[in-house]
């Protein structure tokens, strides 16, 4: 029998029983699926092997939190809860996370849509910028995360391809870090024309909450690069200020390189933490200044008029808001979606795992940025420790 409000009270209450019994040190940390009904395979072969790799190694097992926009079938929830020994709880989506602003005008959201239809993956389907909008700017705030410290976003159909030797989020938790990642992709540039810009404007505003010993320029591109115009994002950057002259869509106009403000002169080379894996500290997005940033993207309206990632978002905010060692790279964690993968590559790992750094991982090729990032984060570091002697 079926509560009114679909059974989300009692549900909440089971997640806060659980946390009143959760042994004292052990992170609070969730594992979070948001899906479709019929996602249901690709759910259970992702759970499964997460348990097998970590999860089902331990005492008290870390909870599954399925998020959906709709409800879950008793089908789902049935299968998916027999697959675990750990806990599983079903949340609804709050309508208004899932759904437009009221400023948002929703024909040409619509017209937008269609134009974009052939031209980006996903460039035509309302529901995946719903979605990206929901990981931008809403899941932390889910009522049945609200117990947590830590997520581990998992998507149906991935794989976890070796054994875990380190329970991640107690790392997270002993290095005080905010966020951890496995793979970094350019991200398609007609799917953000104007997301750089519109975090730049927030900048500037908001140039408090820039880190002093911030990854930004990580994610930049060099004076060298953007003068010469390389890289997708320089065109992209050409493109706009051609077609609509008077809207500077970069830079920020001269001499504002100087005072500690780089990032004005310099476009984003598109390189972003892919999200579908995604380890992070709820505080972070929860904070202040993420809320702060995320209200100004969504004010924009990019997640609809354009098709503004949640990778890149959540990159951006990281990027920008966080000490550099508060992001994690966890790369001993083999790790596969779609046909791109990590898959560490110490030999000492090769016993724990069931991938081939040398064919699984392709971290020069396009459209991995693995290289280009860890070359510029390199760079970025050789230049502060030459100017801090
Ligand atoms: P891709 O990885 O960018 O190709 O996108 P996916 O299709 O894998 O979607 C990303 C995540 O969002 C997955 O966990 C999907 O199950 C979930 N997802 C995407 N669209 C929807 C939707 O309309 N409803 C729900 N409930 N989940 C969705
Ligand atoms: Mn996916």
New binding site residues.
């Given amino acids: 029998p079926a509560a009114a409000d679909g059974g989300a009270a009692a549900e909440i209450a089971a997640v806060e029983a659980l946390l009143d019994g959760w042994p004292l040190g052990k992170p609070r940390a969730c594992i979070v699926?948001?899906?479709?009904n019929s996602?249901l395979d690709g759910v259970l072969s992702s759970v499964l092997q997460l348990e097998r790799r970590f999860n089902s190694h331990t005492d008290t097992k870390y909870p599954y939190l399925y998020?959906?926009?709709?409800p879950f079938s008793p089908e789902f929830k049935r299968a998916v809860a027999a697959a675990t020994a750990a806990p599983s709880f079903f949340g609804l989506?709050p309508r208004e996370h899932w759904s437009y602003p009221p400023h948002i005008n929703q024909t040409r959201a619509a017209q937008l849509r269609s134009e974009a239809r052939r031209h980006m993956?996903?460039g035509g389907s309302e529901?995946?910028r719903?979605?990206c909008r929901y990981f931008s700017g809403f899941f932390f705030d889910h009522p049945l995360l609200a117990g947590f410290d830590f997520y581990w976003r998992v998507?149906?159909d991935v794989h976890f391809t070796c054994n875990l030797e380190r329970d991640p989020f107690r790392v997270m938790q002993r290095r005080n870090a905010s966020l951890a990642w496995t793979i970094v992709m350019s991200e398609v540039p007609s799917t953000i024309p104007s997301l750089w810009p519109t975090t730049q404007q927030w900048l500037a505003a908001n140039p408090q909450h820039l880190a002093p010993r911030s990854l930004l320029p990580a994610f930049l591109e060099g004076q060298d690069d953007a003068a010469a115009g390389w890289g997708p994002f320089s065109l992209v950057h050409r493109w706009r200020t051609e077609q609509q002259p008077g809207v500077s869509s970069g830079g920020g106009g001269g001499g504002d390189a100087a005072g500690g403000q780089p990032w004005r002169q310099r476009q984003y080379t598109g390189c972003h933490f892919w999200s579908?894996f995604e380890i992070g500290r709820l505080s972070f997005f929860r904070s202040a200044a993420y809320r702060s940033f995320f209200a100004h993207l969504d004010a924009a309206g990019g997640f609809f008029y354009e098709r503004w990632g949640d990778a890149p978002v959540h990159t951006l905010a990281a990027a920008a808001l966080l000490d550099r060692s508060r992001v994690l790279w966890a790369s001993d964690i083999g790790y596969k979606?779609?046909s791109w993968a990590h898959c560490p590559l110490d030999p000492a790992s090769r016993p724990r795992c069931d991938c081939s750094p040398f064919y699984d991982a392709q971290p020069g090729r396009q459209p991995s940025c693995q290289l280009d990032f860890l070359d510029r984060l390199a760079a970025l570091e050789a230049a502060e420790a030459a100017t801090s002697q």
């Fill in positions: 699926i948001l899906a479709r996602d998020l959906n926009d709709r989506v993956p996903y529901s995946y719903f979605m998507e149906p579908n979606h779609g």
